[in-house]
């Protein structure tokens, strides 16, 4: 049982260039979520997805797009990498979004974009 | 207000102290509370709820007060491994799935 496990770890991008964060879980949980934290700050919420076949957008989502195919995967995609992306992202999931669930991080990807 | 607002910090403090972190929310309605550790450069775990009649786990005491909005937390003895930061979490509720991370305190215990 490997948890939340995210990919890659670190990655440097050139403005412009696009990459996917890989996310999956073996959990078999429902809900998942993608977070960004910038230094000396909150998380915040940029996607989650309540099932398979089904996102929503977070807090600050513009500039990512997420799929949910199946319920092990969810992916982040960067189209147009830009500076203000840089970031370090977790992936999380839960069994249900009950107002008491907790939830599970993946360890996380450190991006920077120059 | 701050949506959630926490103790700047940092905090440095020796082993053995006794250290409080606070937290104030400001939506009324919000329905669940926690505190994550995140330690340098790993993802944030759940240290533990907060209930609203209080709750404790071994060194760790969480409290509650919805009437002026503030969650605490309280660590006693502490060791060189509670040096982390400490994220205070508010679940607003409601049919979208709604947490707000504080931004968190950072504590580090000196030998």
């Known amino acids: 049982n490997a948890g939340v496990t995210q990919t890659p770890k670190f990655r440097i991008l050139k403005i412009g260039q696009s990459m996917t964060l890989q996310c999956a879980q073996d959990m078999n949980h429902n809900y998942m979520y993608w977070y960004r934290q910038d230094p000396g700050m909150g998380l915040k919420l940029i996607y989650y997805?309540?099932?398979?076949?089904?996102?929503d957008k977070g807090e600050v989502p513009n500039g990512y797009n997420v799929s949910r195919s199946t319920t092990e995967d969810f992916p982040l995609r960067l189209e147009l990498a830009a500076p203000s992306q840089t970031s370090v992202y977790f992936c999380a999931s839960s069994y249900s979004d009950r107002h008491n669930e907790k939830l599970f991080f993946g360890s996380g990807t450190q991006l920077s974009v120059l | 207000r701050k949506e959630v607002e926490q103790d700047p910090g940092p905090f440095n403090v020796p082993e053995g102290a006794t250290v409080a972190f606070n937290c104030t929310y400001s939506n009324s309605a919000s329905q669940s509370f926690f505190w994550y550790r995140q330690d340098c450069r790993k993802e944030p775990k759940l240290l533990m709820s907060?209930?609203?009649s209080g709750n404790e786990d071994g060194r760790f005491t969480a409290q509650l007060n919805r009437a002026s909005q503030y969650i605490s937390l309280l660590i006693r003895d502490s060791k060189l491994s509670d040096s982390a930061t400490y994220l205070c979490v508010v679940h607003s509720g409601g049919s979208n799935y709604k947490l707000t991370f504080g931004k968190g305190t950072l504590l580090t215990v000196n030998p």
């Open positions: 907060v209930y609203s």
């Open positions: 997805s309540v099932g398979a076949g089904i996102t």
